[in-house]
């Protein structure tokens, strides 16, 4: 079955840190631009970084830039999204998707995506 399924979210507390992973089944990383996404309660997805199709180009939202890194192994065909200094604004679901190219930190032309994964940061 192809599939992206995301795991690693989780309760934190604020300064904390969670890494997200994203394990591809049935299809590999080859060729793909990788991102994540967030959506927080009562809010619209937005982008949060993305990894051109290359390796060679990582984009990041101000917000969490210098606390997030994204990253992939494509031997396991995982991608990570690597949180630091997490705050309770990171609270939302987050969702891995593969696409066609980066616009900035926006993914773009998603032919794949998970099934998305809770990350709490508590006030």
């Known amino acids: 079955e192809v599939q992206l399924v995301d795991s690693g979210g989780g309760l934190v507390q604020a300064g904390g840190s969670l890494r997200l992973s994203c394990a591809a089944s049935?299809?590999?990383?080859?060729?793909?631009?990788i991102g994540w996404s967030r959506q927080a309660p009562g809010k619209e997805r937005e982008g949060v970084s993305c990894?051109?199709?290359?390796?060679?180009?990582?984009y990041y939202r101000d917000s969490v830039k210098g606390r997030f890194t994204i990253s992939s192994d494509n031997a396991k065909n995982t991608m990570y999204l690597q949180m630091n200094t997490l705050k309770p604004e990171d609270t939302a679901v987050y969702y891995c998707?593969?696409?066609?190219?980066?616009?900035?930190?926006?993914?773009?032309?998603?032919?794949?995506w998970g099934q998305g994964t809770l990350v709490t940061v508590p006030s």
């Open positions: 049935g299809f590999t990383f080859d060729d793909y631009a």
């Open positions: 998707a593969v696409g066609r190219s980066c616009s900035g930190f926006i993914l773009q032309h998603l032919e794949r």
């Open positions: 990894i051109s199709s290359t390796g060679g180009n990582t």
